[in-house]
């Protein structure tokens, strides 16, 4: 598969995605309807909610992911250093210049966000910026920069804002599963209490078996794409080494955007 056919593929995927995550929002409506006894009303709300958390995700999914995460928006004079590498690689590569965050936080790491090349944000934590060498730090700003070129971004966004939005319903069940109220037509639902649960109990692995449907073909064409932006690879293998040695977790992590991180967020191995 070459760069133009990984494109095309990651723009299918991203809408598969999002009527994927529009008729499971729509699915746990009908069961809270369905088994609370209460009317249409509840599937309606829940289709108009999934039309608008997927209108949401696709337009302002990178600002809710950089938020989640504590990042902020810095300029060129804040963090000249920083913004030069990501200047001049964009520069090299005739591509728009995103906006650039820092997280301050002493783990290595960072990500990219954004639906495409022209509304792309980059975000890296204090700690990755003054841990690395300029070669390595240069290395992953390639690296991340590849992921808006070839249109990762779009469908990693789509995934971290759906996640969010499945979570709710997740809790919606639970709290309509077990309504008391001295009201004879709201008794508590042992089926959605059931449901609830399960659902409850499965929702830490969520985000983990979405990351695992979206191909690694992404990461290593990232890592080839960046090498050849750099024209040093060793700088980006160093990097991974630094980063999967630290493995220290992030002081603000969320189930939902760990995917996008180059790092396991929680601590451990590389995650991309």
């Given at each position: 598969m070459n760069i133009y056919q990984h494109i095309a593929h990651n723009k299918q995927k991203t809408w598969v995605f999002l009527l994927v995550s529009f008729a499971l929002v729509v699915g746990i409506g009908y069961l809270i309807q369905y088994f609370s006894g209460t009317g249409w009303e509840v599937t309606i709300i829940a289709t108009a909610f999934a039309l608008t958390s997927n209108f949401v995700s696709y337009f302002h999914g990178d600002k809710m992911a950089l938020a989640m995460n504590g990042a902020k928006e810095i300029k060129k004079e804040d963090l000249p250093y920083l913004w030069n590498m990501v200047e001049n690689l964009c520069i090299s590569q005739g591509m728009p210049m995103p906006r650039v965050y820092v997280i301050h936080d002493d783990a290595m790491n960072a990500f990219a966000t954004g639906r495409n090349p022209q509304k792309a944000?980059?975000?890296?934590?204090?700690?990755?910026?003054?841990?690395?060498?300029?070669?390595?730090?240069?290395?992953?700003?390639?690296?991340?920069?590849?992921?808006?070129?070839?249109?990762?971004?779009?469908?990693?966004?789509?995934?971290?804002?759906?996640?969010?939005?499945?979570?709710?319903?997740?809790?919606?069940?639970?709290?309509?599963?077990?309504?008391?109220?001295?009201?004879?037509?709201k008794k508590a639902s042992p089926v959605l209490l059931v449901i609830g649960i399960a659902l409850i109990i499965l929702a830490p692995l969520i985000g983990q078996m979405i990351q695992l449907a979206i191909s690694r073909k992404r990461e290593f064409l990232a890592d080839a794409s960046g090498a050849l932006m750099t024209r040093y690879p060793q700088g980006l293998a160093n990097a991974l080494q630094k980063i999967s040695a630290q493995a220290k977790p992030l002081t603000k992590v969320n189930h939902g955007t760990a995917h996008l991180f180059i790092s396991n967020p929680f601590g451990g191995e590389k995650m991309k």
């Open positions: 944000s980059v975000a890296f934590t204090t700690g990755i910026i003054n841990g690395l060498q300029n070669e390595e730090l240069e290395g992953v700003i390639a690296h991340e920069l590849s992921h808006i070129q070839n249109y990762d971004t779009r469908l990693m966004t789509i995934v971290a804002a759906a996640i969010g939005v499945i979570m709710v319903m997740i809790d919606m069940t639970w709290r309509f599963g077990g309504m008391r109220s001295g009201d004879s037509d």
